[in-house]
Protein backbone atom coordinates (compact mmCIF):
# COMPACT_ATOMS: atom_id res chain seq x y z
CA UNK A 1 0.00 0.00 0.00
CA UNK A 2 1.22 3.24 -0.89
CA UNK A 3 2.39 6.11 1.73
CA UNK A 4 -0.58 8.96 1.47
CA UNK A 5 0.26 12.16 -0.09
CA UNK A 6 0.22 15.37 1.85
CA UNK A 7 -2.89 16.60 0.79
CA UNK A 8 -4.28 13.22 1.32
CA UNK A 9 -2.68 13.20 4.83
CA UNK A 10 -4.05 16.71 6.00
CA UNK A 11 -7.73 15.95 4.07
CA UNK A 12 -7.93 12.64 6.01
CA UNK A 13 -5.78 13.16 8.75
CA UNK A 14 -4.78 16.38 10.51
CA UNK A 15 -8.46 18.10 9.23
CA UNK A 16 -9.79 15.26 10.97
CA UNK A 17 -8.33 15.95 14.21
CA UNK A 18 -8.86 19.25 14.35
CA UNK A 19 -12.72 18.69 13.32
CA UNK A 20 -13.23 16.25 15.65
CA UNK A 21 -11.65 18.16 18.07
CA UNK A 22 -14.45 20.87 17.70
CA UNK A 23 -17.31 17.80 18.59
CA UNK A 24 -18.24 17.93 14.58
CA UNK A 25 -18.96 14.47 12.93
CA UNK A 26 -15.88 13.34 11.08
CA UNK A 27 -16.66 11.59 7.39
CA UNK A 28 -13.42 11.74 4.91
CA UNK A 29 -11.90 14.30 6.64
CA UNK A 30 -12.64 17.57 5.16
CA UNK A 31 -16.39 15.89 3.70
CA UNK A 32 -17.29 17.40 7.47
CA UNK A 33 -16.82 20.88 6.40
CA UNK A 34 -19.04 20.24 3.30
CA UNK A 35 -21.97 18.43 5.51
CA UNK A 36 -21.41 21.96 7.75
CA UNK A 37 -22.02 23.91 4.74
CA UNK A 38 -20.10 24.99 1.75
CA UNK A 39 -18.98 28.04 1.86
CA UNK A 40 -19.86 30.80 -1.29
CA UNK A 41 -17.03 33.29 -0.18
CA UNK A 42 -13.47 33.70 0.75
CA UNK A 43 -12.29 36.52 2.69
CA UNK A 44 -8.71 36.23 4.07
CA UNK A 45 -7.33 39.31 6.13
CA UNK A 46 -3.65 39.38 6.61
CA UNK A 47 -1.48 41.87 8.83
CA UNK A 48 1.84 41.42 7.72
CA UNK A 49 4.37 41.28 10.05
CA UNK A 50 1.92 41.64 12.87
CA UNK A 51 3.57 40.26 16.35
CA UNK A 52 1.32 39.38 19.17
CA UNK A 53 2.39 42.92 21.10
CA UNK A 54 1.17 44.58 18.17
CA UNK A 55 -2.07 43.33 18.45
CA UNK A 56 -2.12 44.33 21.85
CA UNK A 57 -0.69 48.08 20.88
CA UNK A 58 -3.19 48.91 18.89
CA UNK A 59 -6.04 47.28 21.03
CA UNK A 60 -4.85 49.13 23.79
CA UNK A 61 -4.45 52.57 21.92
CA UNK A 62 -8.26 51.93 20.91
CA UNK A 63 -9.47 51.10 24.53
CA UNK A 64 -7.87 54.13 26.47
CA UNK A 65 -8.30 56.78 23.72
CA UNK A 66 -11.50 55.75 21.58
CA UNK A 67 -13.73 54.04 23.93
CA UNK A 68 -13.72 50.23 22.01
CA UNK A 69 -11.63 47.37 21.65
CA UNK A 70 -10.13 46.46 18.30
CA UNK A 71 -12.55 44.15 15.84
CA UNK A 72 -10.13 41.38 16.47
CA UNK A 73 -10.13 41.18 19.85
CA UNK A 74 -13.82 41.96 20.05
CA UNK A 75 -14.26 38.96 17.69
CA UNK A 76 -12.27 36.70 20.46
CA UNK A 77 -14.00 38.36 23.50
CA UNK A 78 -17.42 37.65 22.18
CA UNK A 79 -16.71 34.50 21.14
CA UNK A 80 -17.38 34.56 16.95
CA UNK A 81 -14.40 33.19 16.06
CA UNK A 82 -12.72 29.82 16.23
CA UNK A 83 -8.91 30.72 17.59
CA UNK A 84 -5.48 29.04 16.55
CA UNK A 85 -1.99 29.41 16.60
CA UNK A 86 0.09 28.97 13.57
CA UNK A 87 3.29 27.25 12.57
CA UNK A 88 4.46 29.47 9.44
CA UNK A 89 7.95 27.84 8.63
CA UNK A 90 8.76 27.78 5.15
CA UNK A 91 10.65 25.08 3.19
CA UNK A 92 14.22 26.05 3.88
CA UNK A 93 13.89 28.72 6.96
CA UNK A 94 12.20 28.42 10.44
CA UNK A 95 11.65 31.96 10.53
CA UNK A 96 9.37 33.05 6.70
CA UNK A 97 9.74 35.85 5.03
CA UNK A 98 6.11 37.27 3.34
CA UNK A 99 6.41 35.37 -0.07
CA UNK A 100 7.10 31.79 1.59
CA UNK A 101 4.12 32.35 4.00
CA UNK A 102 1.65 33.65 1.17
CA UNK A 103 2.67 30.92 -1.00
CA UNK A 104 1.63 28.40 2.01
CA UNK A 105 -1.51 29.41 1.96
CA UNK A 106 -1.61 30.07 -1.82
CA UNK A 107 -1.01 26.42 -2.91
CA UNK A 108 -0.09 24.51 0.34
CA UNK A 109 2.63 23.32 0.09
CA UNK A 110 5.96 25.23 1.53
CA UNK A 111 8.52 27.11 -0.51
CA UNK A 112 11.65 28.62 -0.19
CA UNK A 113 12.33 32.01 1.24
CA UNK A 114 11.89 34.55 -1.63
CA UNK A 115 9.59 31.74 -4.16
CA UNK A 116 6.58 32.24 -4.86
CA UNK A 117 4.34 29.11 -5.30
CA UNK A 118 7.55 27.31 -7.00
CA UNK A 119 8.67 24.61 -4.68
CA UNK A 120 12.32 23.94 -4.14
CA UNK A 121 12.25 21.11 -6.74
CA UNK A 122 10.96 23.97 -9.34
CA UNK A 123 7.59 22.88 -9.61
CA UNK A 124 5.11 25.14 -10.43
CA UNK A 125 1.84 25.03 -7.89
CA UNK A 126 -1.58 26.17 -9.48
CA UNK A 127 -2.46 29.42 -6.80
CA UNK A 128 -5.15 30.00 -5.09
CA UNK A 129 -7.27 32.92 -7.45
CA UNK A 130 -6.96 30.87 -10.35
CA UNK A 131 -8.10 27.72 -8.71
CA UNK A 132 -10.92 29.93 -7.70
CA UNK A 133 -11.19 31.94 -11.04
CA UNK A 134 -11.26 28.45 -12.56
CA UNK A 135 -14.54 27.53 -10.84
CA UNK A 136 -16.14 30.46 -12.06
CA UNK A 137 -15.73 32.22 -8.91
CA UNK A 138 -14.70 36.26 -8.65
CA UNK A 139 -11.34 37.55 -7.42
CA UNK A 140 -9.91 40.20 -5.29
CA UNK A 141 -6.47 41.48 -4.27
CA UNK A 142 -6.56 44.77 -1.95
CA UNK A 143 -3.07 45.82 -0.13
CA UNK A 144 -1.62 49.18 1.59
CA UNK A 145 1.71 48.03 -0.24
CA UNK A 146 2.65 47.61 -4.19
CA UNK A 147 -0.13 45.22 -5.64
CA UNK A 148 2.62 42.82 -7.10
CA UNK A 149 4.10 42.53 -3.62
CA UNK A 150 5.28 39.40 -1.77
CA UNK A 151 1.91 38.67 0.22
CA UNK A 152 -0.73 39.40 -2.47
CA UNK A 153 1.44 37.81 -5.20
CA UNK A 154 1.31 34.63 -3.47
CA UNK A 155 -2.23 34.12 -3.97
CA UNK A 156 -1.93 34.61 -7.85
CA UNK A 157 1.67 34.39 -8.96
CA UNK A 158 4.26 31.46 -10.16
CA UNK A 159 8.02 33.35 -9.91
CA UNK A 160 10.86 32.70 -8.80
CA UNK A 161 11.83 35.70 -6.62
CA UNK A 162 9.16 37.85 -5.54
CA UNK A 163 11.56 40.75 -6.39
CA UNK A 164 9.62 39.88 -10.00
CA UNK A 165 7.71 42.69 -9.98
CA UNK A 166 6.61 43.47 -13.71
CA UNK A 167 6.35 39.97 -14.36
CA UNK A 168 3.55 39.55 -11.38
CA UNK A 169 1.57 42.16 -12.91
CA UNK A 170 1.84 40.68 -15.98
CA UNK A 171 0.57 37.49 -14.59
CA UNK A 172 -1.87 39.13 -12.89
CA UNK A 173 -3.51 40.26 -16.17
CA UNK A 174 -2.98 36.94 -17.80
CA UNK A 175 -4.76 35.45 -14.83
CA UNK A 176 -7.86 37.92 -14.88
CA UNK A 177 -7.73 38.91 -11.23
CA UNK A 178 -10.61 40.96 -10.78
CA UNK A 179 -10.24 43.61 -8.30
CA UNK A 180 -6.47 44.75 -7.71
CA UNK A 181 -6.37 47.99 -5.20
CA UNK A 182 -2.93 48.86 -3.91
CA UNK A 183 0.45 50.94 -4.76
CA UNK A 184 2.74 49.73 -7.48
CA UNK A 185 2.65 52.86 -10.55
CA UNK A 186 6.06 51.83 -11.12
CA UNK A 187 5.52 48.02 -12.22
CA UNK A 188 2.79 49.39 -14.74
CA UNK A 189 4.05 52.73 -16.23
CA UNK A 190 5.92 52.36 -19.30
CA UNK A 191 8.01 54.81 -18.49
CA UNK A 192 9.71 53.09 -15.25
CA UNK A 193 9.01 49.51 -16.56
CA UNK A 194 11.99 48.00 -18.12
CA UNK A 195 10.58 47.01 -20.94
CA UNK A 196 8.39 49.66 -21.84
CA UNK A 197 4.85 48.16 -21.78
CA UNK A 198 1.84 50.19 -20.64
CA UNK A 199 -0.07 47.99 -18.84
CA UNK A 200 -2.43 50.13 -17.70
CA UNK A 201 -3.51 50.39 -21.65
CA UNK A 202 -3.27 46.35 -21.75
CA UNK A 203 -5.65 46.54 -18.57
CA UNK A 204 -7.75 49.19 -20.02
CA UNK A 205 -7.99 46.74 -23.45
CA UNK A 206 -9.11 44.15 -21.44
CA UNK A 207 -11.60 45.28 -20.25
CA UNK A 208 -10.69 46.64 -16.68
CA UNK A 209 -11.71 50.47 -15.47
CA UNK A 210 -8.20 51.87 -14.25
CA UNK A 211 -8.41 54.47 -11.19
CA UNK A 212 -5.30 56.23 -9.79
CA UNK A 213 -7.04 58.30 -7.45
CA UNK A 214 -9.41 57.78 -4.69
CA UNK A 215 -12.26 59.78 -6.36
CA UNK A 216 -11.43 57.57 -9.55
CA UNK A 217 -11.94 54.75 -7.17
CA UNK A 218 -15.29 56.53 -5.38
CA UNK A 219 -17.01 57.46 -8.57
CA UNK A 220 -19.06 54.84 -8.99
CA UNK A 221 -17.21 53.49 -11.86
CA UNK A 222 -15.40 50.74 -9.86
CA UNK A 223 -18.54 49.39 -8.31
CA UNK A 224 -18.62 46.95 -10.77
CA UNK A 225 -16.80 44.81 -13.46
CA UNK A 226 -13.07 44.46 -13.74
CA UNK A 227 -10.79 47.08 -11.67
CA UNK A 228 -7.31 47.91 -11.44
CA UNK A 229 -6.52 50.59 -8.49
CA UNK A 230 -3.26 52.14 -8.47
CA UNK A 231 -2.38 55.18 -6.08
CA UNK A 232 0.87 55.74 -5.71
CA UNK A 233 4.49 54.75 -6.80
CA UNK A 234 5.79 52.12 -4.81
CA UNK A 235 3.49 51.38 -1.54
CA UNK A 236 1.00 53.28 0.04
CA UNK A 237 1.96 55.98 2.43
CA UNK A 238 1.63 54.94 6.59
CA UNK A 239 -1.52 55.83 7.80
CA UNK A 240 -0.25 58.43 10.78
CA UNK A 241 1.40 60.44 7.57
CA UNK A 242 -1.79 59.56 5.39
CA UNK A 243 -3.97 61.42 8.28
CA UNK A 244 -1.87 64.39 8.20
CA UNK A 245 -1.02 65.08 4.65
CA UNK A 246 -4.20 66.85 3.02
CA UNK A 247 -2.80 65.92 -0.50
CA UNK A 248 -2.55 62.37 0.62
CA UNK A 249 -5.83 62.21 2.07
CA UNK A 250 -7.75 63.42 -0.44
CA UNK A 251 -5.54 61.60 -2.82
CA UNK A 252 -5.10 57.98 -1.56
CA UNK A 253 -8.01 55.45 -0.04
CA UNK A 254 -7.48 53.74 2.83
CA UNK A 255 -7.73 49.82 3.44
CA UNK A 256 -11.03 50.07 4.99
CA UNK A 257 -12.63 52.15 1.74
CA UNK A 258 -10.85 49.51 -0.52
CA UNK A 259 -11.87 46.88 0.91
CA UNK A 260 -15.52 47.74 1.46
CA UNK A 261 -15.58 48.56 -2.75
CA UNK A 262 -13.69 45.39 -2.95
CA UNK A 263 -16.56 43.10 -1.34
CA UNK A 264 -19.03 45.37 -2.61
CA UNK A 265 -17.69 44.82 -6.47
CA UNK A 266 -17.06 41.00 -6.11
CA UNK A 267 -20.13 40.55 -4.08
CA UNK A 268 -22.35 40.69 -6.99
CA UNK A 269 -20.58 37.94 -8.69
CA UNK A 270 -23.54 35.33 -8.85
CA UNK A 271 -20.90 32.43 -7.67
CA UNK A 272 -19.46 33.79 -5.34
CA UNK A 273 -15.32 34.88 -4.64
CA UNK A 274 -11.87 35.07 -2.98
CA UNK A 275 -10.54 38.22 -1.40
CA UNK A 276 -7.19 38.91 -0.31
CA UNK A 277 -6.60 41.83 1.76
CA UNK A 278 -3.40 42.69 3.43
CA UNK A 279 -2.51 45.57 5.90
CA UNK A 280 1.25 45.40 4.26
CA UNK A 281 3.14 48.28 6.38
CA UNK A 282 2.67 46.91 9.90
CA UNK A 283 5.74 44.48 8.50
CA UNK A 284 7.29 47.61 6.94
CA UNK A 285 7.33 49.70 10.30
CA UNK A 286 8.25 46.95 12.62
CA UNK A 287 11.17 46.55 10.26
CA UNK A 288 11.82 50.08 11.29
CA UNK A 289 11.14 49.83 14.77
CA UNK A 290 8.72 52.58 13.88
CA UNK A 291 5.59 53.14 16.28
CA UNK A 292 3.56 55.40 15.45
CA UNK A 293 3.65 53.45 12.05
CA UNK A 294 3.09 50.41 12.85
CA UNK A 295 0.03 51.27 15.69
CA UNK A 296 -1.78 53.01 13.70
CA UNK A 297 -1.23 51.00 10.46
CA UNK A 298 -2.91 47.96 12.33
CA UNK A 299 -5.76 49.96 13.53
CA UNK A 300 -6.27 50.78 9.67
CA UNK A 301 -5.82 47.21 8.94
CA UNK A 302 -8.51 46.05 12.01
CA UNK A 303 -11.03 48.88 10.27
CA UNK A 304 -10.91 46.16 7.22
CA UNK A 305 -11.82 43.78 9.71
CA UNK A 306 -14.59 45.51 10.36
CA UNK A 307 -15.83 45.65 6.58
CA UNK A 308 -15.09 42.59 6.38
CA UNK A 309 -16.93 40.77 9.31
CA UNK A 310 -20.07 43.45 8.52
CA UNK A 311 -20.29 41.55 5.11
CA UNK A 312 -19.48 37.95 6.65
CA UNK A 313 -22.08 38.37 10.11
CA UNK A 314 -25.05 39.27 7.66
CA UNK A 315 -24.96 36.07 5.84
CA UNK A 316 -23.78 32.22 6.25
CA UNK A 317 -22.22 31.45 3.21
CA UNK A 318 -18.96 33.37 3.73
CA UNK A 319 -15.20 31.95 5.62
CA UNK A 320 -13.71 34.56 6.89
CA UNK A 321 -9.51 34.19 7.85
CA UNK A 322 -8.04 36.65 9.81
CA UNK A 323 -4.03 36.18 10.78
CA UNK A 324 -0.74 37.44 10.04
CA UNK A 325 2.36 35.44 8.18
CA UNK A 326 5.04 35.89 10.90
CA UNK A 327 6.14 38.14 13.48
CA UNK A 328 8.42 41.06 13.25
CA UNK A 329 10.34 43.04 15.86
CA UNK A 330 7.99 41.86 18.58
CA UNK A 331 7.40 45.04 20.31
CA UNK A 332 6.51 45.14 23.91
CA UNK A 333 5.04 47.79 26.20
CA UNK A 334 6.93 48.12 29.14
CA UNK A 335 6.55 48.66 32.78
CA UNK A 336 5.99 52.27 33.08
CA UNK A 337 3.17 54.95 34.36
CA UNK A 338 0.57 54.87 31.30
CA UNK A 339 1.14 58.57 30.52
CA UNK A 340 4.01 57.32 28.81
CA UNK A 341 1.89 55.05 26.62
CA UNK A 342 -0.93 57.08 26.02
CA UNK A 343 1.55 60.63 24.82
CA UNK A 344 1.79 58.12 21.37
CA UNK A 345 -1.97 59.80 20.38
CA UNK A 346 -0.21 63.29 20.13
CA UNK A 347 2.10 61.43 17.16
CA UNK A 348 1.55 63.59 14.03
CA UNK A 349 4.16 61.39 11.95
CA UNK A 350 5.97 58.24 11.92
CA UNK A 351 9.39 57.60 12.34
CA UNK A 352 10.16 57.23 8.51
CA UNK A 353 8.81 60.41 7.97
CA UNK A 354 11.38 61.80 10.35
CA UNK A 355 14.25 59.93 8.27
CA UNK A 356 13.36 61.30 5.19
CA UNK A 357 13.70 65.10 6.61
CA UNK A 358 17.06 63.99 8.05
CA UNK A 359 20.52 63.51 6.36
CA UNK A 360 23.97 63.03 7.67
CA UNK A 361 24.62 67.28 7.53
CA UNK A 362 21.62 67.48 9.75
CA UNK A 363 22.48 69.48 13.54
CA UNK A 364 21.96 68.25 16.22
CA UNK A 365 18.73 70.97 16.75
CA UNK A 366 17.59 69.94 12.88
CA UNK A 367 17.10 66.60 14.72
CA UNK A 368 15.72 67.88 17.83
CA UNK A 369 13.03 70.12 16.20
CA UNK A 370 12.04 67.42 13.30
CA UNK A 371 11.41 64.65 16.04
CA UNK A 372 9.86 67.16 18.22
CA UNK A 373 6.87 68.20 15.62
CA UNK A 374 6.63 64.65 14.51
CA UNK A 375 5.81 63.40 18.45
CA UNK A 376 5.92 66.18 20.81
CA UNK A 377 8.89 64.60 22.25
CA UNK A 378 11.62 66.98 23.05
CA UNK A 379 14.63 64.81 23.39
CA UNK A 380 17.81 65.77 24.81
CA UNK A 381 21.21 66.90 22.94
CA UNK A 382 22.17 63.43 23.66
CA UNK A 383 20.34 61.39 22.18
CA UNK A 384 20.50 63.83 18.83
CA UNK A 385 23.90 63.25 18.72
CA UNK A 386 23.17 58.85 19.12
CA UNK A 387 21.15 59.34 15.88
CA UNK A 388 23.18 61.71 14.07
CA UNK A 389 26.12 58.75 14.49
CA UNK A 390 24.14 56.34 13.12
CA UNK A 391 23.26 58.55 10.07
CA UNK A 392 27.11 58.69 9.66
CA UNK A 393 27.56 55.19 9.98
CA UNK A 394 29.44 55.54 13.80
CA UNK A 395 27.23 54.36 16.45
CA UNK A 396 28.05 50.82 17.44
CA UNK A 397 25.52 48.83 19.64
CA UNK A 398 26.04 45.89 21.36
CA UNK A 399 23.98 44.18 19.44
CA UNK A 400 25.28 45.24 15.78
CA UNK A 401 21.58 44.68 13.73
CA UNK A 402 20.63 47.94 16.06
CA UNK A 403 23.26 50.71 14.73
CA UNK A 404 21.01 51.63 12.00
CA UNK A 405 18.95 55.60 12.04
CA UNK A 406 15.70 53.27 12.49
CA UNK A 407 16.70 51.13 14.94
CA UNK A 408 18.24 54.14 17.07
CA UNK A 409 15.36 56.42 16.31
CA UNK A 410 13.05 53.19 18.01
CA UNK A 411 15.88 53.27 21.21
CA UNK A 412 15.71 56.99 21.57
CA UNK A 413 11.36 57.56 21.53
CA UNK A 414 11.03 54.05 23.55
CA UNK A 415 12.87 56.03 26.21
CA UNK A 416 9.48 57.91 26.00
CA UNK A 417 7.03 55.29 24.99
CA UNK A 418 8.70 52.76 27.29
CA UNK A 419 7.37 50.25 23.80
CA UNK A 420 10.88 48.93 22.81
CA UNK A 421 11.68 46.30 20.20
CA UNK A 422 14.13 42.91 20.16
CA UNK A 423 15.05 43.41 16.48
CA UNK A 424 14.52 44.39 13.28
CA UNK A 425 13.50 41.57 11.46
CA UNK A 426 10.95 38.74 11.19
CA UNK A 427 10.57 36.38 14.11
CA UNK A 428 9.94 32.67 14.25
CA UNK A 429 6.79 33.54 16.46
CA UNK A 430 3.64 30.71 16.18
CA UNK A 431 1.17 33.22 14.72
CA UNK A 432 -2.45 34.22 15.74
CA UNK A 433 -5.31 32.94 13.69
CA UNK A 434 -8.86 33.69 13.73
CA UNK A 435 -11.76 32.22 11.64
CA UNK A 436 -15.02 33.02 11.18
CA UNK A 437 -18.36 31.03 8.95
CA UNK A 438 -18.58 27.38 6.89
CA UNK A 439 -15.00 26.08 7.02
CA UNK A 440 -13.44 27.62 10.13
CA UNK A 441 -13.93 24.45 12.79
CA UNK A 442 -11.07 23.02 10.87
CA UNK A 443 -8.70 26.24 11.91
CA UNK A 444 -8.57 25.69 16.20
CA UNK A 445 -6.06 24.76 17.95
CA UNK A 446 -2.30 24.45 16.35
CA UNK A 447 -2.19 24.53 12.66
CA UNK A 448 0.20 24.17 9.96
CA UNK A 449 0.30 27.46 7.51
CA UNK A 450 -0.51 24.69 4.17
CA UNK A 451 -3.79 23.36 5.78
CA UNK A 452 -5.56 27.10 5.22
CA UNK A 453 -5.20 26.30 1.37
CA UNK A 454 -6.45 22.66 1.71
CA UNK A 455 -9.62 24.55 3.81
CA UNK A 456 -10.67 27.17 1.31
CA UNK A 457 -10.35 24.89 -1.24
CA UNK A 458 -12.53 22.36 0.01
CA UNK A 459 -14.90 24.54 2.52
CA UNK A 460 -15.95 26.71 -1.13
CA UNK A 461 -15.85 23.27 -3.27
CA UNK A 462 -13.37 23.98 -5.37
CA UNK A 463 -10.44 21.49 -4.90
CA UNK A 464 -11.34 19.79 -8.21
CA UNK A 465 -10.01 22.81 -9.93
CA UNK A 466 -6.80 22.75 -8.37
Given at each position: MSNPTRREFLKTGALSTLLLGSGIAVAGGCEAIRQRGKTKNVIFLVSDGMSAGTLTLAD??????????????????????????????????????SAAAAASWGCGHRVNNGALNIGPDGTHHKPVLPVFRDAGKATGLVTTTEITHATPAGFAANVESRAMGETIAEQYLERQIDILLGGGHNHYDPEQREDGRDLYEEHRQSGYYIAKTKSELMNGNATEGQVLGVFTNGHLPYTLDHQNTPELLENVPTLAEMTDLAIGNLSDHPDGFILQVEGGRVDHAAHSNDLGGLIYDQIAFDDAVGVAMAFAESRDDTLVIITTDHGNANPGLNSAPDEHFDSIREFRHTNDWIRR????????????????????????????EFYRQAARGTYRAAYSSMNSTAAVLGQILANHTHVNWVGGSHTADYVELATFGPGSEALEGFVINTQLFDVMTEAAGVAEFV
Open positions: LMLRRHHGRSSNWVRLLEEGKVNRGLMDMASADRIVTDGLDTDSSLSQIQERIEYATGYEIPSEQA
